[in-house]
C-alpha cells in the first residue's frame, strides 16, 4: 500500500527533483517506510512506501525492468501475483524480487494494457514506458485505490491524492459549483468530477494512456447483471463459501503483522470467521465503540470476538472527537462529509497499534442488498405500483406539501415518501439517497449561485448509472447504482483516506471482483427477500455467526451527530459555521445557515447531517481552498 505522484513534461517545464519532492512529501502518510524518484526529459514519477511483501530493498519504487525501458509506481497489491508469476517463469521469464509490483511490469512487457484483464487485486499504476514514448495509468475494477489526475492547457500531473497534485506551483483552485451541488446532495463529490475545475478522478475500470499527443481514457471492465444463474440456490450457496474462503485466504498473504476491522455486523464477523479457519494463530480484531448505546456494536463484536479466541482490542470513543476532527478531516482534500469518518479513523488508529494490514467487512452490502434503503426502496415500489401515475405526479406532490406542515418525525417522513412516490423509481431512489432535500438546498443557496448552475440537478448522477445498468430487475440496476456511485465515492474513499492516515492496509475479501461478478449472476430474490436483506450471503455465515447476530437490526457505522452539535461539536461548530467569512457563505444564505442552527440547539428540529455537511464543507475549504474562485465549468 503506498501513495504515488507524477506529472508530464511533454508541453510544461514543471520542474525537476524540487517539485517531486514536494509531491510526495504531501503523501508522506500513505508509506512512511522509503520513497524514491524518477525523473528524464518527459515523465517525473514519485513513489511512498509502505512495505507489505518483500520488506527488502528490492521492493522499493520506483521499480525498474530488467532491460531499464520500463518504470512503473504503484499502489495496491495483486492478489492472484502468485499464480501469474509462475505463469511467467514458465515462459522464462528471471525475477529479481518476490513483489506483485515487478509481475505488474513483467506481464506488461509481454501482453501491454491486455495485462489489466489478468490482475486480481486494488491498485492504482503509472507505468513509463520508454520506447512507446507513453505514460499508461490504471485504476483497479471496483475503485479501491484512488487516482487523480490535473489536465489544463497541455500541463498534466496526477497522484494518489488531491494534495500530491496541489503540492505544485501554480495549480488553479477552481472550484466547481456543479460539485458543490453534488457534495451536499451525496456528502461526496462523484466520478469522474473532483471539487476543483481542473482536477479530476479516473474512474474505477480504466486506464489513461498519455503521450506528447495528449490523452486518452479506456474502460476494460464493467460489471454486468444481464446474466443471470439457472442453477440451485444450494449449488449457488456453495460456490458462494468456496470463492469466500478464496478470496479471504489470498488476502492474509503478508510479510507484515495483518488483523481485522471487527463492527459486530454480518461482513465483518463472517470475514474474521473464515480468517479463522484459515489462520493457525489467534486473528486480531479491533474494534470501536461509543458511550451512546444507540451506536455502540461493541457488545456484539466482543461475542464474535470471543466465539473465535482472537486477540481482540477495543476502543471506545468518549469526548474527543471535537480535539482530533480537524487532523482527521485534514485527510480528506476535498469536501467529504460521510460521519462513518470519524470511528473509521479511530478504528484505523487503534489497528494500526498492533498490525500493519486488516481486513474488512466492506462490500456485502452493495453486492448483497444489504442496506435498509433496500428495505425503504421496495416498500415505495409496491405502494407506487398501486397508484396511477397520474395520481402520483398530480395529486401527491400537494400531499407531500401538506404534510411538511405536520410537526415532527411522522410529517418529514410522511412528506418523504409522498414526494418520492410522485416521480419514477430510478429518481425515487436518488430522493432515497440524497442527504439533502430540494427544498432545504432551495432554501439555502444563494440566488446567484442558483442563477449560475441554471438546470443542474445532482440526481442526473444517479439517473445515469441506472440507466447504463443492464440489470432484468430494479433491485440489479440500483445495486449497480450503489456499486458505482456510493460505494466508490464514499464507502472506499473514507477507508482509504482513513487506513492511509494511520499508514494501515486495508484489504475486502468481499469486494473481489470475482465475487461481484458472481452476486451479479444471482437472482434478485437470493440477495433480498421477503424483507431479508443480504439472504445468501446470511445462509454461507449462518455456521459461523449466532442467529441473535445474523439477524439482528442492522446498524452502520454511525455517529450520534445531533448530539455532538448540542454538546463538544458546539463551539467549534459556532466558529465555523455562524462566524466564517467566506466559504459556506459564498453559497448559503447566512441567515438560514442560523435558523437551521438555532433549531437544531432549541430541539424544534433535528437537522445534524446537514450541519455536519456543512461543518465538513467549511473545515475543508479552509484548509485547500480559501480565496479561491468559484466556477461550475
Not at 45 to 55: P, V
Not at 335 to 356: G, M, N, W
Request: charged share 25%; hydrophobic share 40%; net charge negative.
Amino acid at each position: 500500500m503506498c501513495g504515488i505522484a507524477g506529472f508530464s513534461l511533454f508541453n510544461f517545464n514543471e520542474g525537476g527533483e524540487t517539485s517531486l519532492e514536494a509531491m510526495h512529501k504531501a503523501i508522506h502518510h500513505r508509506g512512511p517506510d522509503a520513497s524514491g524518484m524518477y525523473i528524464d526529459e518527459h515523465i517525473g514519477l514519485c513513489h511512498r512506501r509502505l512495505s507489505i511483501l518483500d520488506l527488502s530493498e528490492a521492493g522499493n519504487q520506483p521499480m525498474y525492468s530488467k532491460e531499464g525501458d520500463l518504470v512503473i509506481v504503484f499502489n495496491g497489491e495483486i492478489y492472484n501475483f502468485l499464480e501469474l508469476r509462475a505463469e511467467l517463469e514458465n515462459d522464462g521469464v528471471i525475477f529479481k524480487s518476490h513483489t506483485d509490483t515487478e509481475v505488474i511490469l513483467e506481464l506488461y512487457a509481454r501482453e501491454g494494457t491486455k495485462c489489466l484483464d489478468k490482475l486480481n487485486g486494488m491498485f492504482a499504476f503509472a507505468l513509463w514506458d520508454k520506447n512507446k514514448q507513453e505514460l499508461f495509468i490504471a485504476r483497479d475494477r471496483l475503485g479501491k485505490k484512488p487516482l487523480y489526475y490535473f489536465n489544463d492547457n497541455g500541463r498534466f500531473a496526477f497522484g494518489s491524492e488531491i494534495k500530491a497534485i496541489l503540492a505544485l506551483e501554480n495549480i488553479p483552485r477552481e472550484i466547481r459549483l456543479d460539485a458543490v451541488y453534488d457534495f451536499f446532495a451525496y456528502q461526496y463529490v462523484p466520478d469522474p468530477k473532483s471539487i476543483f475545475k481542473h482536477i479530476h478522478k479516473l474512474p474505477p475500470a480504466h486506464y489513461l494512456i498519455l503521450n506528447k499527443d495528449g490523452f486518452s481514457i479506456h474502460e476494460y471492465w464493467d460489471l454486468s447483471f444481464k446474466n443471470t444463474t439457472s442453477a440451485s440456490e444450494d449449488a449457488n450457496k456453495a460456490q458462494l463459501k468456496t470463492l469466500l474462503e478464496k478470496v479471504t485466504k489470498q488476502r492474509m498473504i503478508s510479510d507484515v503483522p495483518l488483523g481485522a476491522f471487527l463492527s459486530g455486523g454480518v461482513d465483518s464477523s463472517g470475514v474474521v470467521a473464515m480468517m479463522a479457519q484459515a489462520s493457525e494463530t489467534p486473528v486480531k480484531t479491533c474494534t470501536i465503540g461509543f458511550d451512546d448505546k444507540a451506536f455502540n456494536e461493541a457488545d456484539f463484536a466482543r461475542e464474535i470476538a470471543e466465539k473465535y479466541e482472537t486477540e481482540h482490542h477495543e476502543f471506545t470513543v468518549h469526548q474527543n472527537v471535537s480535539d482530533r476532527l480537524e487532523h482527521i478531516v485534514s485527510f480528506f482534500d476535498e469536501p467529504f462529509a460521510d460521519p462513518s469518518l470519524v470511528p473509521t479513523f479511530f478504528v484505523s488508529e487503534l489497528a494500526r497499534k498492533a498490525v500493519t494490514v486488516a481486513l474488512a467487512g466492506d462490500g456485502g452490502d452493495e453486492m448483497f442488498a444489504g442496506y435498509e434503503k433496500y428495505s425503504i426502496d421496495d416498500v415505495e415500489n409496491k405502494l407506487r405500483n398501486k397508484f396511477p401515475e397520474a395520481v402520483r405526479k398530480s395529486v401527491f406532490p400537494h400531499l407531500a406539501k401538506l404534510a411538511g406542515k405536520v410537526p415532527g418525525t411522522v410529517g418529514k417522513k410522511a412528506k418523504s415518501l409522498l414526494t418520492s412516490l410522485s416521480h419514477e423509481p430510478a429518481m425515487g431512489f436518488y430522493i432515497t439517497n440524497s442527504m439533502m432535500t430540494d427544498e432545504v438546498w432551495q432554501s439555502l443557496v444563494k440566488p446567484e449561485v442558483a442563477q449560475q448552475l441554471a438546470d443542474y440537478h445532482p440526481s442526473q448522477y444517479t439517473l445515469d448509472m441506472y440507466n447504463k445498468a443492464d440489470g432484468p430487475d430494479h433491485l440489479s440496476k440500483i445495486l449497480y447504482t450503489d456499486i458505482k456511485t456510493y460505494m466508490t465515492g464514499d464507502i472506499l474513499v473514507k477507508v482509504d483516506r482513513m487506513s492511509m492516515a494511520n499508514s494501515l492496509e486495508v484489504r475486502a475479501p468481499i469486494l473481489d471482483y470475482q465475487v461481484a461478478e458472481f452476486a451479479a449472476t444471482l437472482p434478485s430474490s437470493q440477495k433480498y427477500r421477503d424483507g431479508e436483506k443480504k439472504y445468501l450471503l446470511k445462509e454461507v455465515f449462518k455456521p459461523f455467526i449466532p442467529d441473535s447476530l445474523l439477524y439482528r437490526k442492522k446498524m452502520g457505522f454511525s455517529t450520534p451527530l445531533d448530539e455532538w452539535f448540542r454538546g463538544e461539536l458546539k463551539e467549534l461548530s459556532e466558529s465555523r459555521l455562524l462566524r466564517a467569512q467566506c466559504g459556506l457563505n459564498d453559497v448559503f444564505d447566512s441567515r438560514v445557515i442560523n435558523k437551521l442552527w438555532h433549531e437544531h440547539q432549541t430541539r424544534k428540529a433535528d437537522h445534524g447531517i446537514v450541519l455536519w455537511s456543512m461543518l465538513m464543507y467549511q473545515m475543508w475549504f479552509e484548509r485547500y481552498a480559501l480565496a479561491q474562485e468559484v466556477t461550475q465549468q
